[in-house]
């Protein structure tokens, strides 16, 4: 194309051209039966599509289903579905997800509602909106998840649509929270009060926010993405665990560009797959993070596999290509060089503090200071979230943000206000303190609402909580997470210790328990890194004394109070772990 183009007008021409593109080769091969050719935004998946099969390969079942109907097209027959209080077949199970619909059977004979909240920050209001849709179409509880979000369970077929609209009528939505599209935006959770951070997210996550709702083109990707924006704070944001994370950094003088508060550019996490996201040596700034997302998802969809669903993720064209081919694809779209910088360019990150979501800490803002509520594994009945939203308006901001820790925070609390906030707090049956342990407690949904997970892993986090902290005291924080399935939600892999659902068979005849596979030394932020396997196969009524004795030799066995567990383990084998275990259970 000319130079005299710019960016936007080169993106409409060869959008248009990829649309001619789709048109020509569903004229030239057999098309899918009753399947539409849409033009306009759905045009490059097209493209995208034709390719795949016009090398001789097959596409995915789901890429089927986008093509015969688009979800967003559909949702007249979904209310018709809700009409008639009828669950879907597996092909619009897949395209309501669209609309943040889960469809959960066996485990739940229910929808599961996901949300979008961009930044994971709700207005008291909006808060105690969600709780009554919960109470009114829901299962009467509401679930905190790890990308900074709320789910609600159990809706009844009659009420998906209801649920749907009524989210939308507190200036929310679910679109696009599921299925093959960008996932909610996560942010640092003390985004605009951390006295540390280098940068607010909060206006970042919600242009990107809007800018994914705003564009058709930009659903139905080949597999699901998630974005995340780190502001520098003390609350770790885990976006090296996500297809792009954005982290806020101080640059020098004197590395060829402005000196001053940069976001270093990451890509390809994704911890199911047992990868964290890579450096990719490019700096930008806040004002170009969404244009770039842009184009490097747009990239994705082009070149994302859709044949194979297990190799789908954006991870996997990079392995395929090499960063420097799919970042050189993406300057081309964005129509500009991407800047460069070494590390040595970049100084070092603050420090996190990993009690900081939990109990009061000071704000940036002089005399106030934001509480963190620990939730047992996330989950909030509507009482206590109508609780919440009375003590962030009577002693708050009204702001209640999300970390992606499964739990809450009140900002905006005056220093002579904190002691009246904590104990209604505690007057809600919940609270503002936890145990070593129980602050670093993650828990996927588990066996009791997801049919992909082996194991009841909330029930079983709780029993471990209950268990180690009967036995032991911690004196530093440990992440122990546990999750129901290889899709690792709970992120099982960055977990100091990690745990993954799993079914043991017991005797010939082919009866089964759950149990799981335990790794260690999983760690995030600088300490990023994938957990090791320790154990395989060990009872779910055992993991709780396997956890404790992890925990019990990491205590005796330290070289100080000084040192976390996460180097503490990388300093032994997992032999030598399970003999240090193993000892420690018998002295």
Excluded at 44 to 55: K, R, W
Excluded at 242 to 255: K, M, R, S
Excluded at 492 to 503: A, E, F, R
Aim: glycine fraction near 10%; charged fraction near 25%.
């Amino acid at each position: 194309m000319g130079a005299d183009f710019t960016p936007d007008q080169k993106r409409y021409l060869e959008g248009f051209a990829s649309g001619m593109q789709a048109v020509r080769g569903a004229r030239a091969q057999p098309a899918l039966v009753g399947a539409p050719v849409p033009m306009g935004p759905d045009a490059a998946h097209l493209a995208a599509q034709d390719a795949t099969t016009a090398a001789g390969k097959k596409l995915a079942d789901q890429e089927k289903w986008k093509r015969a109907e688009h979800p967003f097209d559909a949702y007249p027959r979904l209310k018709g579905q809700a009409r008639a209080g009828a669950f879907p077949k597996p092909e619009d199970n897949f395209r309501w997800r669209y609309f943040g619909l889960f469809y959960v059977a066996p485990a739940q004979s229910s929808y599961m509602a996901r949300l979008r909240i961009p930044n994971g920050v709700l207005s008291q209001w909006q808060f105690a909106g969600i709780a009554d849709v919960a109470a009114r179409f829901g299962g009467g509880y509401a679930h905190v998840t790890t990308r900074a979000n709320l789910q609600i369970r159990e809706v009844k077929p009659e009420d998906a649509v209801h649920v749907v609209e009524a989210v939308q009528d507190l200036g929310l939505c679910s679109r696009g929270s599921g299925a093959d599209n960008i996932r909610n935006v996560t942010g640092s959770a003390t985004a605009g009060v951390d006295p540390q951070e280098l940068c607010d997210t909060r206006p970042l996550a919600r242009e990107w926010h809007h800018h994914i709702l705003n564009d058709r083109s930009l659903y139905g990707l080949p597999r699901k993405f998630n974005v995340a924006f780190d502001g520098g704070g003390c609350i770790p944001t885990l976006e090296e665990t996500n297809d792009i994370g954005f982290q806020a950094v101080l640059i020098g003088a004197g590395h060829g560009v402005e000196a001053g508060v940069w976001f270093r550019l990451l890509l390809g996490g994704i911890t199911g797959h047992r990868d964290i996201a890579r450096g990719a040596g490019v700096v930008c700034k806040a004002e170009d993070c969404c244009a770039i997302a842009d184009a490097i998802v747009r990239v994705f969809i082009a070149h994302g596999d859709r044949t194979d669903r297990a190799r789908a993720r954006m991870k996997y064209v990079l392995d395929a290509w090499g960063l420097e081919k799919y970042l050189a694809a993406v300057e081309d779209n964005l129509g500009r060089p991407l800047t460069r910088v070494g590390d040595d360019a970049i100084a070092a990150r603050a420090p996190f503090d990993r009690m900081a979501h939990i109990g009061a800490h000071p704000q940036r803002q002089s005399q106030l200071n934001w509480i963190g509520v620990a939730l047992p594994v996330g989950k909030m009945a509507p009482d206590q979230m109508r609780g919440h939203r009375a003590i962030a308006r009577a002693v708050g901001d009204g702001d209640l943000p999300q970390p992606v820790r499964e739990n809450l925070l009140i900002s905006g609390v005056p220093d002579r206000r904190v002691g009246e906030a904590k104990a209604a707090i505690e007057a809600l049956g919940l609270d503002w303190k936890a145990s070593s342990l129980r602050a670093g407690l993650v828990a996927c949904t588990g066996a009791t609402g997801c049919k992909f997970a082996a194991a009841h892993t909330k029930e079983d986090a709780v029993e471990i909580a209950n268990y180690v902290d009967a036995r032991l005291t911690l004196d530093t924080p440990v992440n122990v997470h546990l999750t129901g399935c290889p899709h690792s939600c709970a992120q099982h892999y960055i977990g100091d210790i990690g745990l993954m659902g799993t079914k043991l068979a017991i005797n010939d005849e082919g009866d089964q328990v759950e149990g799981y596979t335990i790794v260690v030394g999983g760690g995030f932020g600088d300490r990023a890194k994938i957990g090791r396997e320790v154990w395989r196969e060990v009872r779910a009524a055992d993991c709780a004394a396997r956890v404790e004795s992890l925990l019990r030799a990491y205590l005796d066995h330290r070289r100080g109070p000084g040192e976390s567990f996460q180097t503490f383990s990388d300093r032994h084998e997992p032999h030598e772990l399970e003999a240090l275990c193993g000892a420690t259970a018998t002295a």
